[in-house]
Each structure stands twice: as structure tokens, then as C-alpha cells.
């Protein structure tokens, strides 16, 4: 297994803050890491995308193509050695990231081709590291990978695509550790779920998702899921779309508070930088 890279901890917990939807603290720490000179570069990179994907899961795709880029010059411009699994995470984090903001900006032509060059860079780099690597190296970005193809189905009208890249994401997920990437993966489930008109599997993993989220604190997903639930019931007459649709708005402004505003924005909010 290749050496941990200086800064590791630190962007491990900022990404755990950002989990929380506490983005103002996660940009904060995320810019500290890549003000410091003692950072690895592959943490550096890693710093730029996630700073990105806070601002893509408030709907600041466009805004966050600029991390997105800026983690694929760092990792490119390092000089480590070129099989080192955390500069290729750190690599394919900014190709994947470009390639959901692409699809958040329904460019599906642009978001495809990064997806497959993010693909074949991942299968190069997974036959030189072997099976030792830390999970989240490739292992994580593998599945992030797939999230994005799943979405990218969902989005272009694929459900083909989306069931596929779906199914192979619960397949990586059950071999990490970690059970937000678990819930995130079980919401994209239901989300497909809903778009090929399966509601009673929709509605049973949006609200195990809902549930879990809950229960670690992780407020993004828990919104993802609420706002998912509160659609299901479009026309729902017992209520449950009332209360769903309740906490969608009152999720949404506690994230606000912490410093990630969704959008559509609201006068005076902007996306964190």
C-alpha cells in the first residue's frame, strides 16, 4: 500500500464536515490544506474537487467547474511517482466532477466524454496498483464514477444506463467501509427506481436512506432524500407530502445557516467559494 500523503487527516475531516453539510467550516479547512506548503499535491487536488463538490450539491454546477479544473491541474502538474493511487484518485476526482457538472448544465455530449476517459484512466490505474490501495483511492472513485453514469442515465432519459451503473454501484459499495457512500448509493437506487415508475421500491430505499442519513447527521442526504419522498407524493392526500415537504424547506435552511445555501438561491445567497 503506497505511503499516506501529508494532509490526509486533515481532508478527511473536512470532508466529514461537509458530509454535515457544515460547508462553510469544510471551505474553510479545504482552504488551509491548500495554503500549506507541507500538503501533498494528490491532497491538494483532493482539496480543489471537494471544495467543488460542495458548491455542485448546492446546484452551483457551473461555479464549480473552475475547483473541478483546478484539482485536474494539480494532480497533472505533481511530480510523484505516475502508478501513485492517490494521485490518480485525485485525478479521476476532477474528471468525475467536471463530469456532473457538465450534467448539471445539461451538457450530456460533454459530461459522456469525460465519464469515459475518467473510466479508461480508472481501469489503467487499478490493473498497475493491484488490489492494495486505500479505499479511498480508487476504490471510492470507481463508485463516484458510477454514481455519475447512473445520474448521467437519469438525466439524458437512459434508464437503461441508469439501472446498470446502479446496480454496479451497490456492488462497490458493499466492499467500503463507509456507510455514507452506502446511503448516497441506496438514494441513487430509489431515485432510478422512481424514473422507470417502480414507486414502491422508490419509496422503500428513499426512506431507509432518509432514516440513515438521519440518524449520522449527514443533512445533505437527508434533504436529498426528504426532497425525493415529499415528489413520490405528489399526489399523495394523507399528508405524508405536507410533512416531507416541510422538512425539504426546513433542512434546507438549517444547511443555509451552515453555509450551504441550494438553489434556487434566495436574495442575498451565493454559492460558497
Request: glycine share 10%; hydrophobic share 50%.
Amino acid at each position: 500500500m503506497s505511503p499516506e500523503p501529508a494532509g490526509l487527516h486533515a481532508w478527511t475531516a473536512a470532508v466529514e464536515l461537509g458530509a454535515q453539510g457544515r460547508a462553510a467550516a469544510a471551505r474553510c479547512a479545504l482552504a488551509a490544506l491548500d495554503a500549506d506548503r507541507a500538503t501533498a499535491a494528490s491532497i491538494r487536488s483532493l482539496a480543489h474537487s471537494t471544495r467543488a463538490s460542495l458548491i455542485r450539491q448546492a446546484g452551483g454546477h457551473a461555479a464549480a467547474r473552475a475547483g473541478d479544473g483546478r484539482a485536474c491541474s494539480v494532480a497533472v502538474a505533481a511530480t510523484g511517482d505516475p502508478g501513485d493511487p492517490w494521485l490518480d484518485a485525485a485525478w479521476l476526482d476532477g474528471l468525475i466532477g467536471l463530469a456532473a457538472d457538465n450534467l448539471g448544465l445539461a451538457d450530456f455530449a460533454a459530461s459522456a466524454r469525460l465519464l469515459d476517459r475518467a473510466a479508461a484512466h480508472a481501469g489503467a490505474a487499478a490493473a498497475a496498483a493491484g488490489s492494495e490501495v486505500d479505499w479511498q483511492t480508487l476504490p471510492r472513485t470507481a463508485l463516484r464514477l458510477s454514481w455519475v453514469r447512473s445520474e448521467w442515465g437519469l438525466y439524458s432519459g437512459d434508464l437503461a444506463v441508469a439501472r446498470a451503473a446502479a446496480a454496479a454501484s451497490a456492488e462497490l459499495a458493499a466492499d467500503l467501509p463507509s456507510p455514507r457512500h452506502r446511503i448516497k448509493t441506496d438514494l441513487i437506487a430509489a431515485a432510478v427506481a422512481a424514473a422507470g415508475g417502480e414507486t414502491a421500491a422508490a419509496d422503500r430505499g428513499a426512506r431507509a436512506a432518509h432514516a440513515r442519513a438521519g440518524e449520522l447527521g449527514l443533512l445533505p442526504l437527508r434533504w436529498a432524500a426528504a426532497t425525493l419522498l415529499a415528489g413520490l407524493r405528489s399526489s399523495d392526500q394523507t399528508g405524508e407530502q405536507a410533512v416531507y415537504q416541510g422538512e425539504v424547506t426546513e433542512l434546507r435552511d438549517r444547511l443555509a445557516l451552515r453555509g450551504m445555501p441550494l438553489a434556487p438561491l434566495r436574495p442575498g445567497e451565493r454559492h460558497g467559494r
